[in-house]
């Protein structure tokens, strides 16, 4: 594996031991917790996986901001500023922080909404039926599991950078350990671990901010020079601009995490955690005060170890081998051995505390579903339907785990691999944007219905394979610009994925795509059932009287059970009507047998 370090500066006995004494004092805090919490609390039940109403502002807010910290921050920002300047930077500074300040705005009508649900997914079943729970839950665990094994894959290519550890022995400790603490103790124990992890992070990074900014070097023409060509004119003229291409990555970044991040279940998991709306906004804005000054520093050591790179000999941040996420590593190189065992902690504490926070959505998820395939309803008491579906949901998670071992193990040792989970992390995103309209149009017109719901996401992704069909002209490139054509080797590598001037036009086409069809067929729907009603009342079908069902006239789109299109036919009693002297009826309607109940989804 290529590395911008001639060899490793540490030994792997250093760095396996900085790696479990963090893990350990983690898991310790988290375990000591639980037992706690089980003294108070024998009866757990789902509570201890969602933490509903219990968290104040500051550990709300410090658990969102640390959850975010992964170890992508390290090498993903850095990267950006390397190649796509001031606009790369900002884009994705903005990218990372905006989809609290929507949270701010969706998360209080959502709770009030639906104020006994457990995930988002719940909501989606409660508005849009079973199916719309499946779409939502599939993708967001899809979007977790992607995240899940970037981050521990990541992790083991910086501690075998950096000490020569085997992904074997980074990799297993990671996912187990996290694990463990995680089953045991739920997103309660993820919190408390977020708090101690988070001001640990906030001091190393800003340790090895001030350390490794006082021994860069760099020249005023390598930061920013007019004439200067490099690269391609796409990069050229400096590392400090403001480039078309830049413009391009920000507006995709932007769209792509929002999109995912507003399905991503641990993000939700915090909505209900927070004590009211007003600790829930303030712990958004805290987040948001800890978060934007990190990612902006990350994203401007990246300008400046290109820039230093640029007066280098023989460049070390190359193409080819593709090593411009490095780039907050070679800032490392000049520095002391302690300040490099400094880094280690900080890449374990940054991945654990993303990663038991992504364990933890990913089983509240499956538990309220396995919860509900065995009938138990709230899930909020013990119990052995509970026991059940927690037992699977577990067992489902560590299958996950097992799986995003062996993935994030061949990703680490396969450098090729290993760059392609930024385009996985792109697939999911892509299948977020999809989705995310037409689900969030329903909590704002109440007109929206199922079928609207359903159309919507399809619109979106046949407006990217629409796009794919008429650029390549074949329904198989269609099929793969939902991979945004990173995948299948149809195009090279500058013209797929996010580097492709042509990703973000897409995205916003699926995005306009997916709400518009969403409307038209949602108003379609609305009018048809309007019709159906109305001609129906003017010619009554005999011993049948027509009612409509409640969702597609916009009523009571926050029931538990949704209901499905249509009109439900009650049947009624009909007795012959008693005649007078003249022959003809004394009664005009018959008696109805009362109200029928919507048809459940």
Request: one cysteine or more; glycine letters at 10%.
């Amino acid at each position: 594996m290529a590395t911008v370090f001639d060899s490793p500066p540490l030994s792997d006995a250093v760095v396996q031991g900085l790696s479990w004494a963090s893990l350990l004092l983690s898991a310790a805090g988290a375990l000591g917790y639980s037992y706690k919490q089980k003294r108070v609390d024998p009866a757990g039940g789902m509570d201890q996986f969602m933490a509903k109403n219990t968290q104040h502002w500051i550990p709300l807010g410090m658990s969102y901001a640390v959850g975010a910290l992964g170890v992508w921050v390290l090498l993903g920002f850095p990267e950006i500023g390397t190649t796509w300047g001031w606009w790369g930077v900002l884009g994705y500074t903005f990218s990372g922080s905006v989809p609290f300040f929507v949270v701010m705005y969706l998360g209080p009508k959502v709770r009030r909404s639906l104020g006994d649900a457990y995930s988002l997914s719940d909501w989606a079943k409660a508005r849009y039926g079973r199916g719309a729970q499946m779409i939502v839950g599939l993708t967001s665990i899809f979007y977790m599991f992607i995240f899940m094994t970037a981050e521990l894959s990541a992790t083991a290519s910086v501690l075998r950078m950096l000490g020569g550890v085997s992904s074997w022995a980074s990799i297993v400790p990671l996912a187990l350990i996290t694990m463990l603490y995680t089953i045991v103790g739920g997103l309660n124990a993820s919190i408390l671990t977020d708090r101690v992890q988070g001001v640990a992070v906030i001091i190393l990074l800003a340790v090895l901010g001030i350390v490794a900014g006082s021994k860069i070097d760099v020249k005023a023409e390598h930061w920013y020079n007019e004439s200067q060509e490099y690269f391609d004119v796409w990069f050229a003229k400096g590392v400090s601009h403001f480039s078309s291409a830049g413009f391009d990555v920000a507006v995709t970044l932007i769209i792509a995490v929002l999109s995912a991040e507003l399905l991503n279940m641990t993000t939700w998991q915090r909505v209900w955690a927070a004590k009211d709306d007003a600790n829930l906004k303030k712990g958004l804005i805290f987040a948001q005060v800890l978060l934007v000054p990190l990612f902006l520093l990350m994203g401007v050591f990246g300008m400046l170890a290109e820039a230093q790179d640029r007066g280098r000999d023989t460049p070390l941040l190359t193409w080819e081998p593709y090593l411009k996420h490095l780039a907050f590593f070679d800032l490392l190189r000049p520095l002391d051995s302690s300040i490099v065992a400094l880094t280690v902690v900080l890449a374990v504490c940054m991945a654990a505390s993303s990663i038991d926070s992504l364990q933890n959505g990913i089983m509240a998820v499956l538990a309220k579903d396995f919860g509900e395939q065995f009938g138990e309803g709230t899930l909020t008491v013990g119990g052995v339907r509970t026991e059940k579906a927690q037992l699977a949901s577990r067992l489902l998670l560590l299958a996950f785990n097992v799986a995003a071992i062996f993935l994030a193990q061949a990703a680490a040792v396969d450098g090729d691999l290993n760059l392609s989970w930024l385009n996985l992390f792109l697939l999911a995103d892509v299948i977020a944007v999809a989705v995310v309209v037409p689900l969030f149009f329903g909590l704002f017109d109440g007109m929206i219905t199922q079928r609207g719901f359903y159309a919507g996401v399809a619109a979106g992704f046949l407006a990217l394979m629409g796009w794919g069909w008429r650029e390549f002209g074949s329904w198989l490139a269609g099929l793969e610009m939902i991979g945004l054509m990173a995948f299948g080797g149809r195009v090279d590598p500058f013209s797929a994925g996010l580097f492709a001037p042509r990703t973000p036009i897409v995205l916003t086409i699926a995005l306009l795509a997916s709400g518009a069809a969403t409307w038209t067929v949602s108003c379609i729907d609305v009018l048809a059932q309007a019709a159906a009603t109305q001609l129906a009342a003017e010619k009554p079908v005999y011993g049948v009287k027509n009612t409509p069902g409640p969702t597609e006239l916009g009523a009571s789109h926050n029931a538990e059970t949704p209901k499905k299109a249509g009109t439900a036919e009650t049947l009624v009693e009909v007795k012959e009507a008693p005649k007078g002297r003249d022959g003809k009826s004394t009664e005009t309607e018959p008696a109805s047998a009362g109200p029928e109940e919507g048809v459940r989804a």
